[in-house]
């Protein structure tokens, strides 16, 4: 039996998001234990050049639901980056969260050999085919920007490890 496009991302998306979700609540948690402002970790980059910690997490969730959407052949929703604060984050991992389960399976069926366009004008990139933009674009994105999320807050002293990273 051969993996399905759906099976592929949106089980993926959930169950990374959920865990970046209750690596979230974890650092809330340090912040709040540890007398500083969340803020601190919230704008909190790995380096200059990076984006800080509430980007990564907007950026990972666009990911998810951008990837879905195209994937399952329906209008990307469009997210307004507002987000100020841990209350906030979760709010949005949890519209992603919706907004993944809102998805049928069945529009992903022809997904694999769907050409694809991620972005537009200048920065538009096109894929001739469906499962080279999920496996060759979107999961190496979308696991960067999660990973560095966890690291931004590994790197400032939150006490998560590798099974948090994984949501075991």
């Known amino acids: 039996m051969s993996l399905s496009m759906y099976s592929a991302s949106v089980p993926v998306f959930r169950h990374m998001l959920r865990s970046l979700g209750a690596v979230l609540e974890k650092a809330e948690a340090h912040a709040l234990a540890c007398k500083f402002a969340p803020d601190a970790l919230l704008q909190a980059r790995l380096f200059p050049d990076m984006f800080p910690l509430v980007k990564q997490v907007q950026i990972a969730t666009d990911f998810a639901k951008g990837a879905s959407a195209r994937l399952a052949g329906v209008e990307v929703p469009r997210y307004d ?55 060759n674009f979107v999961m190496p994105n979308f696991y960067f920007h999660v990973t560095s999320a966890y690291a931004i807050l590994r790197h400032n002293g939150v006490p998560i490890g590798k099974r948090d990273f994984l949501g075991l």
């Open 81 to 135: 980056d507002i987000e100020q604060g841990f209350p906030e984050l979760q709010q949005r991992i949890t519209r992603t969260l919706g907004y993944l389960e809102s998805l049928p399976q069945q529009g992903f069926d022809a997904a694999a050999d769907r050409a694809l366009t991620h972005g537009t004008g200048e920065r538009a990139r096109h894929f001739a085919r469906g499962d080279d933009y999920l496996l």
